[in-house]
Structures are given as structure tokens and as C-alpha cells.
């Protein structure tokens, strides 16, 4: 009982997945929510140069051109990571077949947003530790650790959970869609990370 509890705690119940609707203009704020983590997180320290200092017209063209980020990288960061991962799902065995298709991928969709819930905050802490005045080479390490380490396996029990929830599958894949969660969100966050460094961000003034 209290192992459940704890899971339900860090990885959701399993009863949030399954209320989860596929209804998809609630996708949008949390396609929105994704964009605006990811540009926060890869803007950090660059965050006032950017928006300090500037005239009013370089101000206002780097704040558009953020908003425009905002809402490009956080659908291509949903749909580059729902699309792939739903066609591969197609050929797992699940306990009932799956009728409504489009519905099924935009659950998908909604299963990767809410997992960031959990995963964020702990991020944000601890870059803001390294970042704020109480940052030493301890810290670095640690907070490394955790943020390359423990929040990317934690992040994929989560989404692992909400698939396996939304999806039914045999319980002997459950290992399996795991590593294909923990790998592929790896392979994408590189992936956001260099297009946003070396591309979007190149075109700030």
C-alpha cells in the first residue's frame, strides 16, 4: 500500500490517465506551457542581454520573436514527440483495440504535457541554485547529477505510466515502453536544445 501510495505520488495514479480526454482544445494551453519551459530553460542566463538594455524596437522584435518561439517549439517538442512514439505503439498488443485513433494520439500528446509537471520545478530549483549566490562546485556537480541523471529517469517513469494507463498494454512491454520513453526524450532534448541554441536563438538582436 505504501509503495502505491509513493508511486501514485511521483508518477500520477493511474486513474488521472485514464480521465485524461481526447478533446483537443485543451491541448493547446499545454502545448503553449511546453514551448514557454523550453525556451525559459535554454534562454537562462542570456535571459537580460536580450531583453536589458535594448532599444525600444530591438526590445520589442526580441520579445515578438520569443512568443513566436514559445509557440513553434512547443508544438514541434509535442508533436516530434507524440507522432513517432503512436506509430510504434500501433504494432504493441493491447487488452482492447483501439477505435478512435486521432483521440488516442492527441491522449498521447496530453500524457507527455502532464508529465512535465513534476519534473519542472525540481529543474528549475536546482538550476536556480547553481545559478543564484549559493552556487559552488559541489553544487554544480550535484545538481547535475540530478538534472542529467534522476529527473530524466523520473520523467520517463512518468510517461511511462501514463502510457501503459491510456494504452492497456500486456504487462510484459511495460519494461520496454520505459526505455523507448527514456531514450526518445533523451534523443529529442538534444535535438530542441541545438535548434534552439544554434538557430532561433541566432536570430535575436
Do not use: C
Amino acid at each position: 500500500m505504501l509503495r502505491n501510495n509513493l508511486l501514485d505520488l511521483l508518477l500520477f495514479p493511474r486513474s488521472f490517465y485514464k480521465k485524461i480526454s481526447d478533446n483537443i482544445q485543451t491541448l493547446y494551453p499545454g502545448i503553449i506551457l511546453l514551448g514557454f519551459i523550453d525556451v525559459g530553460f535554454a534562454l537562462g542566463t542570456e535571459l537580460f542581454g536580450y531583453f536589458f538594455g535594448k532599444t525600444q524596437s530591438a526590445l520589442i522584435f526580441n520579445i515578438s520573436l520569443t512568443i513566436g518561439f514559445v509557440l513553434l517549439i512547443g508544438l514541434i517538442d509535442v508533436v516530434f514527440f507524440a507522432l513517432p512514439l503512436f506509430d510504434i505503439f500501433k504494432f504493441f498488443r493491447v487488452k482492447e483495440r483501439i477505435k478512435n485513433l486521432n483521440g488516442q494520439l492527441i491522449k498521447l500528446m496530453k500524457v507527455y504535457v502532464v508529465s512535465h509537471f513534476p519534473v519542472v520545478p525540481v529543474n528549475a530549483f536546482f538550476y536556480w541554485l547553481v545559478l543564484g549566490p549559493y552556487g559552488t562546485e559541489t553544487l554544480s556537480l550535484a545538481a547535475y547529477f540530478v538534472t542529467s541523471v534522476i529527473t530524466p529517469l523520473w520523467h520517463s517513469a512518468i510517461l511511462s505510466r501514463g502510457i501503459n494507463a491510456i494504452y492497456e498494454f500486456d504487462e510484459r512491454l511495460k519494461t520496454l515502453v520505459f526505455f523507448i520513453a527514456y531514450l526518445w526524450t533523451t534523443m529529442l532534448g538534444y535535438a530542441l536544445g541545438f535548434m534552439i541554441s544554434n538557430w532561433f536563438f541566432t536570430l535575436y538582436k
